[in-house]
């Protein structure tokens, strides 16, 4: 073992995530004198609700909210979650025994992992999903599986061609829709099969949950695995109050489903933290008790800018993306003859400032690709649009589509340590 991970545990992922060295090339490329305009981190940039600061507000001054927040603490937040979930799907839950607070549902996918499953099992997940999955399932000592993906676009796994083998040994199946990076969508029927899949295989099914109001429809709902007929039995979805209601950093969310499971995660979740702090959990009671047509409002301003972002791109740049369904976020082929995405994405942020997201760094489905995060206005997407189309025309694109993939892709280069980064495994 080298001396600089003398005390790293073997299951500590790479040192850094995709995140990390991202900020490091946005840091450079300032330092360098470049205008960077960071379309690469899905935090969005709207205000949060109105009556979340209020009840921030009102929360600072209030002096019992500064003690240590235990289990009957957080249960004004249980139920006006459960009461949302109700209300949003026609599923009423029981917020003492099927619900459950969390500092942000990454940290909760986190401890659940640990408290569902033994070091050694698999987990079936897509081979696509948000980065910190993989360093997740690692940390938990736990062996990711990848499902595999029909050649279709659509992100959805078909579970008849899934073999038995695959799922031998596994004790969860980990889901993401709406999806990140791709804003793929599930609908019911998906969910239901998904449902008689793990049923066939005795697996938890857990879907991430976080982008479940930013559907670009007219009520911005997703459907849930949660509110499918028997999914009680054996489901836990995580709910995040950082993407609907512009809360990111106050980490916020919310486990809901199967009673066993969520008893599993509270126990683990004890000895590591007392929730989050009482003046943050109002401000989710007071999102979760605004009406649908916000959400609404909220997730057209998105659909929108991917409209504009996508114009844009094959306007000025000759690019063709697919227009999302979802999500605050343009996931795109790189264009014609680019193949290695973390070096694309390296090259157009030191020469233009715009800086996106690789797609390998997503897990390996995603290599080939990049993610915009539509958290800036649609005249600055028009920009970077236009930045980009620059960047393509000039020599140092051209010198890098002469590269191909030789340099890159899963042999070696920015691309794979991007994944190895990410803790992504071929």
């Not at 459950?100 to 940290?107: D, P």
């Amino acid at each position: 073992m080298s001396a600089s991970r003398r005390f790293h545990s073997r299951r500590v992922p790479g040192d850094k995530g995709v995140f990390a060295l991202m900020s490091e090339a946005k840091a450079a490329a300032a330092a360098a004198g470049k205008q960077v305009v960071d379309l690469s981190v899905g935090t969005p940039d709207l205000a949060p609700p109105p009556e979340a600061i209020e009840a921030l507000r009102a929360s600072v001054d209030d002096l019992t909210t500064y003690k240590y927040c235990l289990r009957d603490g957080t249960m004004p937040l249980l139920e006006a979650a459960t009461e949302w979930f109700a209300s949003r799907y026609g599923v009423r839950l029981d917020p003492a025994t099927q619900a459950l607070s969390l500092i942000g549902s990454q940290e909760g996918l986190a401890h659940l992992l640990m408290a569902v499953a033994d070091p050694g099992e698999g987990v079936l997940m897509l081979p696509i999903g948000y980065a910190c999955y993989l360093p997740a399932i690692t940390i938990a000592g736990l062996r990711p599986r990848f499902l595999p993906l029909p050649d279709d676009g659509s992100f959805l796994p078909d579970f008849d061609a899934v073999p038995a083998s695959l799922a031998a040994g596994c004790r969860a199946l980990l889901l993401n829709y709406p999806n990140n990076p791709t804003s793929a969508v599930a609908d019911g029927a998906f969910w239901r099969r998904a449902l008689e899949f793990a049923r066939r295989h005795d697996l938890l099914l857990i879907n991430d949950n976080p982008y479940c109001c930013q559907v670009y429809s007219e009520d911005a709902l997703a459907a849930s695995a949660l509110a499918q007929p028997g999914a009680l039995e054996r489901t836990v979805e995580l709910f995040s109050m950082a993407k609907s209601y512009q809360l990111g950093g106050c980490r916020l969310g919310f486990a809901l489903g199967n009673a066993d499971a969520i008893a599993a995660l509270e126990a683990v979740k004890a000895p590591v933290d007392f929730n989050q702090w009482l003046g943050i959990q109002r401000m989710g009671i007071a999102c979760l008790k605004l009406p649908q047509s916000r959400l609404v409002e909220y997730a057209q301003i998105f659909r929108a800018r991917a409209a504009a972002l996508t114009a844009a791109l094959r306007a000025h740049a000759g690019w063709e993306a697919p227009m999302p369904r979802a999500c605050m976020y343009l996931f795109a082929p790189l264009p014609p003859g680019f193949s290695d995405d973390a070096r694309f994405c390296l090259e157009l942020l030191g020469q233009t400032g715009v800086a996106l997201s690789p797609g390998s760094a997503f897990g390996p489905a995603g290599a080939g690709h990049v993610r915009f995060a539509l958290v800036r206005d649609e005249g600055v997407l028009a920009e970077a649009a236009r930045a980009i189309g620059r960047f393509l025309a000039s020599p140092e694109a051209a010198r890098l589509r002469g590269r191909g993939g030789s340099e890159g892709g899963a042999n070696g280069g920015p691309a794979a340590d991007v994944a190895a980064a990410a803790g992504v495994s071929g």
